[in-house]
């Protein structure tokens, strides 16, 4: 009924930059906070990027000053804009939100597929 689709990973050398975006779709009501997180092989999941309806926002420490996340409520889309890449960026991006989806009482945590970034040295 809800679906969130991850678009914009790809290959990318060190220091470069690359934008992520994630679309919400399907029978909405509302979208309360969305988040990105990243898992690579081997490695715990980890969030990387959490934001508010308001837009209120929080990074991982590894990720402050280098990555940024916004939403446009009008779209009920969340991106995230990754610069100055490091090969330990490499990962499978994950993103999330709370919806509460239409003729439901409580809101759900949906994630999407994932996007597949790499960084090259």
């Known amino acids: 009924q809800v679906q969130l689709v991850e678009s914009g990973g790809g290959l990318v050398q060190a220091g470069g930059s690359l934008r992520l975006s994630c679309a919400a779709s399907?029978?909405?009501?509302?979208?309360?906070?969305m988040g990105w997180y990243r898992q690579a092989p081997g490695k715990q999941r980890e969030l990387v990027a959490g934001?508010?309806?308001?837009?209120?926002?929080n990074y991982a420490d590894s990720v402050k000053g280098r990555f940024t996340i916004s939403r446009d409520n009008a779209k009920n889309t969340v991106y995230l804009q990754m610069n100055s890449l490091k090969p330990e960026d490499t990962a499978v991006y994950y993103c999330?939100?709370?919806?509460?989806?239409?003729?439901?009482?409580?809101?759900?945590?949906?994630w999407g597929q994932g996007t597949q970034v790499t960084v090259s040295s």
């Open positions: 999330n939100a709370d919806v509460r989806a239409t003729m439901r009482r409580s809101s759900y945590v949906y």
């Open positions: 399907g029978s909405i009501a509302s979208i309360n906070a």
């Open positions: 934001i508010t309806t308001s837009g209120s926002t």
